[in-house]
């Protein structure tokens, strides 16, 4: 069964240190990768997809099929940073595509 | 101000009352969705519809009823509604026919606390 597994649910680091926010994903297909953040009072909203191999906000995230991860990272955190981080996967066909969450991790960027 | 708006923002209800939460996207999106957040913030979807076709339905009670009047509203009705139903429950939308892209617009969510 197709499933994203987030094994953090907070994840703490001081303002300047590397951050990884890990996710692993179980899909017998082609996954498209997503990570989305919900900042305090905000909505939660898309922040990159791996077919676009962007940086955004300083953050990558590299899909490695062969450990079927698709970790977040960003080398220097903010304060800014501190949210709610979900790793997605949609699967399915075009019409009755899903997009399932992981359990969601909390990163607290401490000054 | 284009966006997924839901009302009410906050439901306090009893056990076995009848409850329901409206959304409305002014996005011009095809798809909407409705997903539901526990209290450990597990983020899991529960319909989806498709210019007011339901598209998915996932293993959801039965008193978890879905209506969507065009393709610009989505409401949930839930009936009687159990302890185990408190949660924030989202709607989103998406501009493609399925989750397309995977870019989903998120309301601002609906806590519900049923006592």
């Known amino acids: 069964a197709q499933r994203v597994t987030q094994p953090e649910k907070l994840l703490s680091v001081f303002k300047g240190a590397p951050v990884e926010l890990k996710c692993n994903y179980s899909y017998s297909g082609s996954p498209e990768l997503f990570w989305y953040v919900q900042y305090s009072r905000q909505r939660l909203q898309l922040l990159l997809r791996h077919i676009s191999r962007e940086s955004i906000k300083g953050f990558t995230a590299d899909l490695n099929k062969g450990e079927t991860s698709f970790h977040l990272k960003k080398p220097f955190a903010q304060e800014e940073d501190s949210a709610m981080y979900y790793c997605?996967?949609?699967?399915?066909?075009?019409?009755?595509?899903?997009?399932?969450f992981g359990q969601g991790t909390t990163l607290q960027v401490k000054p | 101000d284009t966006a997924v708006s839901q009302t009410p923002k906050y439901l306090v209800t009893q056990m076995g009352n009848d409850k329901s939460i409206k959304c409305e996207q002014n996005l011009g999106h095809d798809t909407m969705y409705w997903y539901k957040q526990d209290s450990k913030k597990f983020l899991k979807i529960m319909f989806s519809?498709?210019?007011?076709?339901?598209?998915i339905n996932e293993t959801v009670p039965n008193r978890f009823s879905p209506k969507s009047p065009d393709k610009a509203h989505l409401n949930l009705h839930i009936n009687s509604l159990e302890l185990g139903d408190s949660a924030v429950y989202f709607c989103a939308s998406s501009p493609n026919v399925g989750a397309g892209t995977g870019e989903l617009f998120f309301g601002e969510g609906s806590r519900l606390t049923v006592l």
């Open positions: 997605a996967l949609l699967y399915g066909s075009s019409n009755t595509g899903k997009l399932i």
């Open positions: 519809y498709n210019n007011k076709e339901l598209i």
